[in-house]
């Protein structure tokens, strides 16, 4: 029997968002009897109360903007654990690991949901983000993404990318497995048309277009206000910000923010359509899962959204940023239910292209093959 190799992953964990979760699925999908298993980040949170049973779980604090003495601590990591491939996700973590891995015998691989040049920064900003990125991609032996037009921006920085399209366990998330009662009753949705939003309250989601596009449908359709409720699942640093919108858009009785939620499947059971506003994504595990729950979705059109569901059979895509648009979306959405139910099979079939088995699969293949290369 082949002795196992040591995988070492490597995340901030400030919080827990589509990087976090990726990792926590594979951690807990890849196989025992081959790989050993490790992660270094904060010891807190959802994400370490999720995956410390699965591996042996190294305290790394990589909270700080720039702290050179983590490549140090990092580099330790490595030499003293006999790492054989450390796995990095998030632009700092992926500057640490790709200075820390050098000459440490350990081959360094980053999961890139995007690169550097979309982050919205000022010039001079962004063009010191692109020289470090770009240092320290150059010492990464490849880089994985999630599809092929975000593979295309990131080869310009590292040597080799592969598309793996992120996964779904399409057993949990299904449209007869679920209990929505508790999340009905919590929110007082009995009778109501529920829309639902789930994401990071962060600039990037959208969630500013989704309040002013609420505004509108109901301006539109007042006989909705009082019988159509938006949920926004998440946390970030513009709640504040949007509940003062949302009061001062006169929402307070249409929207309520449920916080950062532990299981998004029941909350996305008690939800009737969902709203993706993003205005940036890769390929974002909570429009998968809405999609294997066949719940009918308006998202922004764009490439991270656009080729996962296709507009009109998959999805109703309109341009994101566009409040008007997307209040157009939910208003035909809401008069014609027979669509959106139909929009909502279509989703559930092409979900059922993204399952988690095939997603870790594909990251135990393409471990072997570096291992092999080597």
């Not at 050993?36 to 049973?53: I, K, Q, T």
Request: proline residues 5%; hydrophobic residues 45%.
């Amino acid at each position: 029997m082949d002795e196992k190799k040591k995988l070492l992953f490597v995340i901030e964990n400030s919080g827990y968002g589509g990087g976090e979760r990726s990792f926590a699925q594979l951690l807990r999908g890849l196989s025992p009897g081959r790989w050993e298993l490790f992660c270094a980040s904060r010891p807190e949170g959802r994400f370490y109360s999720e995956v410390r049973d699965v591996c042996r779980f190294l305290p790394l604090d990589l909270g700080r903007r720039f702290d050179p003495f983590n490549i140090c601590r990092l580099r330790r990591l490595l030499r003293d654990n006999a790492i054989d491939i450390v796995h990095s996700q998030g632009a700092r973590a992926d500057f640490f690991c790709g200075l820390a891995a050098r000459g440490t015998g350990a081959l360094a691989v980053a999961t890139a949901a995007a690169p550097v040049d979309v982050f919205d920064v000022g010039p001079v900003r962004k063009t010191l983000y692109r020289s470090l990125y770009a240092y320290a991609a150059r010492r990464f032996s490849a880089c994985i993404t999630v599809s092929e037009p975000l593979a295309a921006m990131l080869r310009r920085y590292f040597p080799s990318v592969d598309v793996i399209p992120n996964g779904v366990d399409l057993s949990e998330f299904s449209p007869d497995r679920f209990d929505a009662g508790p999340v009905i009753e919590r929110f007082g949705l009995r009778g109501k048309l529920v829309l639902g939003a789930v994401g990071r309250l962060e600039k990037e989601k959208g969630h500013a277009c989704l309040l002013e596009a609420l505004a509108a449908a109901l301006r539109a359709a007042p006989e909705l206000r009082g019988r159509m409720v938006c949920l926004i699942a998440g946390a970030g640093s513009q709640e504040r910000q949007l509940r003062k919108m949302a009061e001062g858009l006169g929402l307070k009785d249409s929207v309520v923010f449920c916080g950062e939620v532990a299981g998004t499947r029941d909350l996305l059971g008690a939800v009737d359509i969902f709203i993706m506003p993003s205005l940036s994504e890769g390929q974002p595990l909570a429009l998968l899962e809405a999609m294997a729950m066949g719940k009918p979705v308006i998202a922004s059109d764009i490439p991270g959204i656009s080729g996962t569901a296709a507009g009109g059979s998959e999805a109703v895509l309109v341009p994101p940023g566009n409040a008007a648009s997307l209040a157009a979306a939910i208003g035909n959405m809401a008069g014609d239910i027979p669509a959106a139910l139909a929009l909502g099979r279509g989703a559930r079939l092409k979900a059922c292209s993204y399952s988690l088995d095939a997603f870790v699969g594909a990251h135990e293949a393409f471990y072997g093959r570096l291992c092999g290369g080597r």
